[in-house]
């Protein structure tokens, strides 16, 4: 069983940065996906990026040039940097893991991101 805790979520300005952390409770080296999604309220779940093993990234076309995904094996956690955020990126951001961006196994609790003045 994979736990994954994100953090890093919180209150910015438009304009602003943040990053986002997926800690998983076992070693990432052997998960094929992970990826980044979103949900602003009202709305259904976005897939925003995603990362495979091999460092293949795919990226939403809203958020390509703006946010970074990344991974560290050896900390087991996903990372996604988010900069020159708008308010229209505000939701709560889950990450995920899986053995292709296809089949996601797990999922963590989510982290609140509101981009506001």
């Known amino acids: 069983q994979v736990q994954l805790v994100e953090s890093g979520g919180g209150l910015v300005q438009p304009g602003g940065s943040l990053r986002l952390s997926c800690a998983a409770s076992?070693?990432?080296?052997?998960?094929?996906?992970m990826g980044w999604y979103r949900q602003a309220p009202g709305k259904q779940r976005e897939l925003v990026a995603t990362?495979?093993?091999?460092?293949?990234?795919t990226y939403r076309y809203s958020v390509k040039g703006r946010f970074t995904i990344s991974r560290d094996n050896a900390k087991n956690t996903m990372y996604l940097q988010m900069n020159s955020l708008k308010p229209e990126d505000t939701a709560v951001y889950y990450c995920?893991?899986?053995?292709?961006?296809?089949?996601?196994?797990?999922w963590g609790q989510g982290t609140q991101v509101t981009v506001s003045s």
């Open positions: 995920a893991a899986g053995i292709s961006i296809v089949s996601w196994g797990y």
């Open positions: 990362i495979t093993s091999g460092g293949t990234t």
């Open positions: 076992v070693s990432i080296f052997s998960i094929n996906a």
